[in-house]
């Protein structure tokens, strides 16, 4: 009986050891069914290629509004400049996006001082404009707007450094008006008066009604909101500049054309063009015979050909003679040209040349008789 002698612990045991085998023989039945049975191998299909997938856009985040938001939240106040875009136009306001929570509204009578100005024909969507902040609310919940006062402030500004820096400008004149004409810069009236509209005399100021002219600043007064133009002192200014470069251009022994521009007892000034003039000295008019003044060989307007001769301290030196063939015949003696002392010893030497020559008899025709003294005397 002591073999039937099993204890609890015995009976625990063996129930524990039948229980891992049984969990064992599970585990390893399904794999044994889902191995298949080997089948004859078969040539695999070719792959086909596989496409890489589209990138996808990068997710967008606040960031990416950011200056938006804080564009939309800025504080705008009464008298600020503002940029915009201009996104719708009627015959009596322009409706400006100015990336705010409220858009701008432009009356017409506020977008340009302009003559001439149309909002139909002038204004079109999509013009970047600048506009001072009138009014937060217009009653409809825009913002009101005048591009004309943003104009004007911005253009004083901008004439107040013109006229300091003197700097010329190209503006186009509207209308004739008595004592001058009339032009806009940045839709601001500028005057120029007739008198610093040419460099000559204007006599009908209509003719520059139309045309584009150089001009420059001259007086600038926001508060009486008086703008002066002048166009003669920058065209007298690019006349100098030409006038330089063309005299700096002349060299000595260059031939050139001009016309006599006056006449002085030392000689004659011509004209060479382009308000450049030089002087034919009186000894260098003509070699064929002496002057005692131009006028005997030139006169105001003649044509004549004169080669320089000299350059100096921006005084030009021509001749005229320099360019004449002058015949031997024609030439008169140096002697008789000057009266230096040399000349004047020539001039002796050939006088004595010229002096009748004196024969001397021989001796013997010297020699006289006796009776050769006293022939044809009479003895009483």
Known sequence: MEEMNVTNETIEEIAAADSA????????APAAEAAPAEAPAEEAPEAAPVEA????????????????????????????????????????????DLSYAAEGIIRAKDYSAEQGFSIKNDVHPGDEVKAVVVKLDDGNGNILLSR???????AWQKFEDLLAEKRAIEVTVKEAVKGGVVTF?????????????????VEDLTTFVGQTIPARIIQAEREGKKLILSSRDVLRERRSEA????????????????????????????????????????SQITNTKRLNHPKEML?????VKVKVIGV?????????????EVPEETKQPAARETGRKGDKERSTGRDRDQEEKVEIPKTEELTTSLGDLLKGIKLD
């Not at 251009?249 to 004659?268: N, P």
């Not at 030009?316 to 004449?324: D, N, Q, T, V």
Request: glycine share 10%; charged share 30%; proline share 2%.
């Open 21 to 28: 085998v049984d969990t064992q023989a599970t585990e390893e």
């Open 53 to 96: 997938p589209a990138e996808e856009a990068p997710a967008e985040t606040m960031a990416d509004y950011a200056g938006e938001i804080d564009s939309s939240m800025r504080d705008i106040k009464v008298g600020d400049i503002l940029e915009g875009t201009v996104v719708g136009v009627t015959d009596t306001e322009v409706t400006v």
């Open 148 to 154: 004309r006062q943003a104009t004007e402030t911005l």
């Open 185 to 201: 810069i940045n839709g601001i009236r500028a005057f120029i008066p007739a008198s610093k509209l040419s460099l000559d005399y």
């Open 243 to 282: 006038k330089a470069a063309r005299k700096a251009a002349i060299k000595e022994g260059a031939v050139l054309d001009g016309k006599v521009d006056s006449l002085q007892s030392y000689g004659a000034f011509v004209s060479l063009g382009d308000g450049i003039d030089g002087l034919v000295h009186i």
């Open 299 to 303: 006169s105001v307007g003649d044509e």
């Open 312 to 324: 100096k301290d921006g005084k030009i030196s021509l001749s005229m003679k320099a360019l004449a």
